[in-house]
């Protein structure tokens, strides 16, 4: 026998952690078999048992929306667009140096000036962290998913506007957060859904063209969001009942927007 | 040029489609390999989005040199899980919060029985040398191949077989009682 004992467990080792059963590996060498058979069923045990760990669909279908979002923010950075204020937000050191800076400038009158900020512009850090902000003091849950909410709404204007200015890197990466929210709140306590999504899209579906990509990953994110939203309507307690409504109808307009005006700019 | 080779290169130059195939193709294992160490949903779940994050960053540097990427990847997650260790400045948790299983049927007691008996796998583990521990999670937990954990670990595939090999038969003694 030229092979190690180690060299030979290893071969086995390999179909079990392809999934295959101890069964099918039926030690060839008979006078290994006592010896190989039972550190065989313990590496089948340990497979199994390890193998039984899954991140949940929530997680998964979040880290999924953030991904997607940081590549595009990344593609965006290299095409030298000014939207870096956008990751440089999300950055949790971030956080307590713009409230600091958030207190400094509200009293210069800058958080009012940010309200209608868009991504590439200066205060659009304020903007956000403001709302990262009230979101974080408020309390109630039933508050905290009428002003998720409300930031969906805002994010999708903001995507529209994004894309009138040809900007369909930040456009999508709009489209992502306004989804996420969605999400965070049809499964918060307020509303209660177990499964945010149907796990539709990817990062970025199969045969799809970089130029394509924000087409493509709209459609997707507008079908969730509308999916999402139909089930959070029909489980949500009375008073969020409007506001789901509402940011359905906007929604539907806002998305209908960025993909019209997407698709005349890609077939030109 | 190997399909993967092909693949990496392609999400170096920004190709969603080829980054997303990377991304979706190791997402469950990275966080299976974080979550067997860590034993916390929570924090395994962070570090996977950290993992990943990072590898959007530097994947333009990755630079073959026979290493393949699944060993470059685990690397990245081994010292995201370092770093995370050192920070909280606590040792690995034996115990482990519940977390979401792969089980067909959801009964409670099933899942129960199931979290049990991944413990128990978990803390016998916890009992091996650490260069063992590292080789049956990478092996075992995240799926590896034996060059693929040589690469990660910067060992000979001969010292991995052994390690493999010589821990599987501590957990079997370890777990001799169970079995």
């Keep these: 026998m030229n092979e190690s004992i180690e060299d030979l467990f290893d071969r086995y080792v390999d179909r079990l952690v392809s999934g295959d059963g101890v069964s099918s590996c039926a030690v060839d060498e008979a006078d290994l078999t006592e010896m190989l058979g039972p550190l065989l069923h313990t590496g089948e045990l340990v497979a199994h048992q390890l193998r039984t760990v899954e991140p949940s669909p929530q997680f998964r279908m979040a880290a999924r929306i953030r991904m997607r979002n940081l590549f595009f923010a990344k593609l965006a950075r290299r095409d030298s667009r000014p939207n870096f204020l956008f990751v440089w937000w999300q950055q949790r050191w971030a956080t307590a140096m713009a409230t600091a800076m958030v207190v400094c400038l509200a009293s210069l009158g800058v958080l009012a000036a940010s309200f209608n900020a868009l991504p590439s512009g200066f205060f659009y850090p304020v903007k956000v962290t403001t709302e990262q902000m009230r979101l974080a003091v408020t309390t109630s849950e039933y508050e905290r998913a009428q002003l998720r909410l409300e930031y969906a709404e805002r994010r999708l204007s903001e995507m529209t506007s994004m894309a009138d200015r040809g900007d369909s890197a930040t456009a999508v990466l709009l489209a992502g957060e306004a989804t996420r929210l969605i999400i965070q709140t049809a499964t918060s306590t307020a509303i209660g859904l177990s499964d945010g999504g149907s796990g539709y899209f990817a990062l970025a579906p199969d045969s799809t063209s970089v130029a394509v990509a924000p087409i493509v990953l709209l459609n997707a994110d507008r079908a969730e969001a509308l999916l999402v939203l139909e089930a959070a309507l029909a489980s949500a307690p009375e008073e969020l009942k409007p506001s789901i409504e509402r940011l359905m109808g906007e929604l539907a307009r806002e998305f209908d927007a960025t993909i019209a005006h997407l698709e005349t700019t890609t077939a030109s | ?179």
């Design chain 2, 1 to 179: 040029m190997s399909e993967e080779q092909d693949l990496v290169a392609r999400a170096a130059r920004g190709d969603a489609d080829a980054f997303s195939k990377l991304y979706e193709e190791n997402f469950d294992r990275v966080y299976r390999y974080l979550y067997v160490r860590l034993g916390n949903e929570a924090e395994s779940e962070d570090l996977t989005q950290e993992v990943f994050a990072k590898v959007l960053e530097v994947i333009g540097s990755f630079q073959w040199r026979d290493v393949p990427f699944a060993s470059w990847l685990f690397r990245i997650a081994h010292n995201k899980m370092i770093d995370h260790i050192r920070r909280e400045k606590r040792v690995e948790r034996v115990d482990s919060d519940e977390t979401v299983l792969s089980l067909d049927d959801p009964d409670p007691a099933d899942i129960a029985e199931h979290n049990l008996q991944l413990e128990k796998v978990r803390h016998n583990i916890s009992k091996l040398s650490p260069a063992q521990r590292e080789v049956i999670w990478l092996r075992f937990g995240a799926g590896l191949t034996t060059t693929e954990v040589a690469s990660a670990l910067g060992k000979s595939t001969g010292t991995v077989k052994a390690l493999q090999y010589n821990g599987i038969v501590a957990l079997r003694r370890l777990m001799e009682p169970a079995l």
